[in-house]
């Protein structure tokens, strides 16, 4: 996308694979910014809540393997300098750095690595590619993860098309309120910073807080988005705005879902959608709740439609619930309705159902007119495996 | 204990094993009790909702392996039936039986093996044992959960002595608010119905209420205290209520840790405290942000000291706190102090420490006079094969 280049180099922090990424702009790009909501943050969220304030950013550099998180006075001294250390190999200004950092919480960053990896990223800048950058921001994800989309705006000059590229990173401690989610989208558009704050929060409010993995916040998830203005197209009207806001949300959507997907030791994602809640907010409840619950998750990976265990979690959520007025469908197949359970025959076509790797699950209420949704993955003994040797 | 007989047979609710247990007293006994906080409740409870308003009980019958939940009218209908069946076996009042289930959700009782189960009940009420009773209310419990112990009180007459036993289950769906968890405590003490209650209540919220296992509450929870007054011990002044008391929370604080113990795949035990908060909440909060974490308890389970972890639960936790002030002890070894990690050496032996079966960590907030704590155990790749599997 024109405006942006990319590179990914290993520098070494971690043992294995790239480990260092940059998203470098050519002229400083209109910046927005969303970080976690987690009281412990690590030292680059800290730096980037102060360097967003400029709403400009011209470099983005990412490391894997280390968060620079819980190291106090030191860590976020170390992450200063890396931005120092960016603006002098670049020659741009240092308020136009931003930092991220994912993987071990407590380590001191290991700054020798950055003294050579960032000279070393300043050579393969003009050749690397966006993959090379969606790698290096890896840590237990599988797979990179990137999604880009067009959008087209009617002008008086005729139709003109921007584009919107999304990359991001997380697999575990991923819940509502963000995660050790990184997430960068770049688009060639022309937006303001006003307009481009309040699509971004819309954006995230509707994909990245409606994701859970493992139900834990990350201290280091930071949700990034730069209109670099190349494509010469402007977003300003009501019409464009509407374009823009849509082709966000859609981009940050899949972005979660890659995410879900990808979950640590994840088999199968689900969408669970509550409606007919008296309140946007029991939707919610509602909805967390079954998302996170280990039971259904468990059963889930067992291809089990235990549909006590959703209904239970529902009860437990904090929800205003009536057990006698739900219903609950897998994918198509009811399999309780107004409280009564339809049987084995039903209970045995949503076992069949269970068997894809994508399943909607729907809990009506038929209490009001609100819905929600969340998309989570199951639980297997592989997330058990991951998350018990992970530092060994 | 004098005044109660206990009974546990195989009645064909599960397919092996005994599932069908009882508690008769001689005469009615004082009684109260309280329930799951979950808005979907199991039929027993409803029906157990409206029987303690007598305060009175003399026979508590408990199935295992069938949860009467999510069953509707016909499931309340069926277990008003249980009741009359207990009451015309024994000749004791309707009014004063009690009825438990625990296990599947959403199967219809099956009404047949009661009426075959509760007169073998019967034939086994005068030679049964505590032991049958307890066996006969398990479910992925592992072992039988029993406690026994004397009370001691001042009289004019000399010291007098009273006895208390508690029996429970509970293995999975366990968390604050109480879980797929049976408790029943019995002792041969003469005291008031408004003074048991109280005790119940303070007793259920330093113990039952402050464990996890899974995080999921139950529909089914039920804690009941029957108390006979064979003893001829008499509850009455602030001296033998405060005796009592203790004993009470000591009883079910024992059968809390045996429940968390038994915790589906558990491998150790954890008690985290957290102290030095602003507020009561805020300790309360801090507690069971870890003690709910996925991510603390695989650490766990691998003998990983993953301090990073447990400071971000706390972080997302929504208490009030200072990473900057935060001090971290695994037994008396300091891994953080004032945010500051201790280095490689303390980690060692905190990973030494983490070899034990029972553990307990200490966060210091340093930033009030409140402190809270909670039992937890570890996640391991049982707690997903147990739970994939259950009804399969």
Redesign the interface.
Known sequence: MKGFKFAGVHAGIKENGSDLGMILCEKPATAAALFT?????AAPVILGKQTIKKAKCQAVLVNSGN?N????TQGLADARATTQMVARTFDIPRDFVMVSSTG????PLPMDKFKTGIPLVKEHINTGTLEDFAQAILTTDTCRKIVSMKGCIDTPQGAKEFSMTGVAKGS??IRP?MATMLAYVLTDADIGVGDLNSALTRANEKSFNRITV??????NDTLLCLASGESGVCIRDEASLKVFRDLLEKVCCRLGKMIVKDGEGATKVVQITVKGAKTGQDAFKACEAIA????VK??I??E?P????I??????SG??????RMDLYFEKVPL?IK???QGPDAEKKAAGIMKASEINILLDLNLGDETDSFLFCD???N???I??????
Chains 1, 2 share one sequence.
């Open positions: 909501r987690n009281r412990v943050v968060a998180c819980f190291t106090g071990v919480i407590g380590a575990g401690m309120d493992d139900g834990d916040t990350s201290t996170h619950s280990n039971l468990t059963a990976y067992g089990d235990n549909w006590g265990r209904t239970a979690a529902a009860g437990r929800a205003f619930v009536d057990p006698d309780v409280g009564c359970w639980f297997s003994e997330y058990v495996k998350n018990a040797d992970y530092r060994s």
